[in-house]
């Protein structure tokens, strides 16, 4: 191709106007810096979606079973996609110590089955899952708040109770997320049926699967088998509003960084429209001694892709080098932000889909921009390009 060798020539040779070869830097880098930013941008709130997901997994299980009849975890023996089962009861409860309260969640259950449903054991951080009747596992966030350790009391009130009752710290947890950490007590079954009034009443059954992925369509399958009179919820329909938050910052996100290679495109338009000035002899020539309208365009085309690709390619690299950079480096510690996040590092992660994602869409935006310019290069007339010559 003649056209792909003049448009390297265009590129490359050194420049009558010094302006256009800056602008063409200019536009490199514009690309350059939109690419690096939306990677960076993608892989952080893509590790962040993860992190969030394993935490939010982590203290819940990937299904919860509750129903208006009498429910126990046996009825889910047998069936293929349940890895384990295990009964709880949760309800609002409110914590006093001195002149200090708090509304809770109070959730009893099974010591022995739970940690086969949840990471709760993982998140342990001081004491046992269990210690006997009247005690409790609470999140580090409250017991900083009511300077609780192990082995110290506090009073609980709710319905079911006539006064406060009093529990013993058997443990404390660390979920890394605030939510839990500061508003979720553990204690066993009975003991919260006590506490909410609940007689021998069971609130559901948490569910682990052997896929937490396919937990919409294991969810289908439980509704089917247990019927109308029980409510099966996932573990994502229990986060949905925050997963949808998520979903639509990272859309947001994408849009706006996307503007700036957008920007960069524009540059593309305006560095081609000023070469096309600058070659009008060269153009005139080429189609006087034959070149067509289209290989005209074509050498446009090339060169403005050819910018487009430079840029994306440089964007591409750095922006991977950067995501591995603030992966790898506690930049969230070097700026005070572990209290609020739980970790030191950013969590990155960066999949080949994003990255072909980005990189597409900058040459293609890239190659949108070299239309106009190329098809007025291709429109001159070679009369009046060479009558002042």
């Keep these: 191709m003649w056209e792909f060798f003049v448009s390297m020539r265009y590129l490359f040779s050194k420049r009558k106007e010094r302006f256009i070869g800056l602008t063409s830097l200019i536009s490199v880098l514009g690309i350059a810096v939109g690419v690096a930013a939306l990677i960076v941008v993608i892989g952080v709130m893509s590790g962040f979606d993860d992190e969030l997901q394993k935490k939010i997994v982590g203290m819940n299980a990937h299904l919860v079973v509750v129903a208006d009849a009498p429910l126990q975890k046996s009825a889910f023996a047998g069936i293929p996609v349940v890895a384990a089962a295990a009964e709880f009861v949760n ?50 966030e409250l017991a900083k708040r009511f300077d609780l350790k192990l082995g110290e009391k506090f009073a609980i009130l709710a319905m079911g109770l006539k006064k406060p009752m009093e529990l013993s710290v058997c443990g404390i947890f660390t979920s890394g997320m605030y939510e839990y950490d500061a508003n979720l ?43 109308y009179r029980y409510w099966v919820r996932s573990w994502m329909d229990l986060n949905s509003n ?35 000035i600058e070659k009008t002899r060269d153009i005139g020539i080429l189609k006087a001694v034959g070149a067509a309208n289209v290989s005209i365009m074509r050498i446009f085309v090339v060169e403005g892709f050819l910018i487009g690709l430079f840029g994306a390619s440089i964007g591409g690299i750095a922006g991977i080098w950067l995501a591995w950079l603030v992966g790898r480096y506690p930049l969230v510690k070097m700026f005070g932000l572990q209290e609020i996040y739980y970790f030191d590092r950013l969590p990155v992660r960066l999949g080949v889909p994003d990255v072909m994602i980005v990189f ?23 009369v009046e390009a060479l009558r002042h010559e």
């Design 360 to 382: 597409g869409i900058a040459v293609m935006i890239s190659l949108a921009a070299t239309v106009y310019p190329a098809f007025k290069a291709a429109r001159l007339d070679p």
């Design 91 to 140: 309800g609002q409860a409110m914590v006093t110590k001195e002149k200090d309260s708090t509304g809770v969640l109070l959730k009893g259950i099974d010591p022995a089955n739970e940690p086969r449903v949840t990471e709760i054991k993982e998140y342990l951080k001081a004491g046992a899952l269990a210690s006997g009747a009247d005690t409790a596992v609470i999140g580090s």
């Design 242 to 276: 925050l997963f949808a938050a998520l979903k639509l910052e990272k859309i947001v996100m994408f849009v706006i960084l996307a503007l700036i290679v957008l920007v960069a495109c524009f540059n593309i338009a305006s560095t081609l429209i000023m070469m096309v």
């Design 185 to 227: 007590i553990f204690t066993d079954i009975p003991t919260a049926q006590k506490i909410l009034g609940f007689g021998g009443k069971i609130s559901g059954v948490s569910v682990r699967l052997k896929d937490p992925l396919k937990a919409e369509a294991a969810k289908g399958e439980l509704q089917r088998k247990l019927g």
